[in-house]
Nanobody, 118 residues
Framework: QVQLVESGGGLVQGGGSLRLSCAASGRTFGYYTMGWFRQAPGKDREFVAGISSGGRTYYGDFVKGRFTISRDNAKNTVYLQMNSLKPDDTAVYYC????????????WGQGTQVTVSS
């Protein structure tokens, strides 16, 4: 069982930056691919970024170099650095963990709200 707790969301002006954190419980963090997803009102949940246990990273097409995912296995934490934020980035951002080899994400956090003003 893995519990995930996100933090770092908030209100930011367009063009600004935020760093989201996701703290994971358990001693097997290093065996999981970690991901960030987001869901805006009235829209489906979409993939933002993922990082494997070995540090390989994946991004949604819309990211276009603005976001960076990273992880610190010693701290059981994954981060999402978001720069050049746009109002379209407004959403609830969720952290997720999937046992490798990744087939699906098994565990999800409660989410943290990110609001970008124009």
């Amino acid at each position: 069982q893995v519990q995930l707790v996100e933090s770092g969301g908030g209100l930011v002006q367009g063009g600004g930056s935020l760093r989201l954190s996701c703290a994971a419980s358990g001693r097997t963090f290093g065996y999981y691919t970690m991901g960030w997803f987001r869901q805006a009102p009235g829209k489906d949940r979409e993939f933002v970024a993922g990082i494997s246990s070995g540090g390989r990273t994946y991004y949604g097409d819309f990211v276009k170099g603005r976001f960076t995912i990273s992880r610190d296995n010693a701290k059981n934490t994954v981060y999402l650095q978001m720069n050049s934020l746009k109002p379209d980035d407004t959403a609830v951002y969720y952290c997720a963990a999937g046992r490798e080899p990744l087939q699906w994400y098994d565990y999800w956090g409660q989410g943290t709200q990110v609001t970008v003003s124009s």
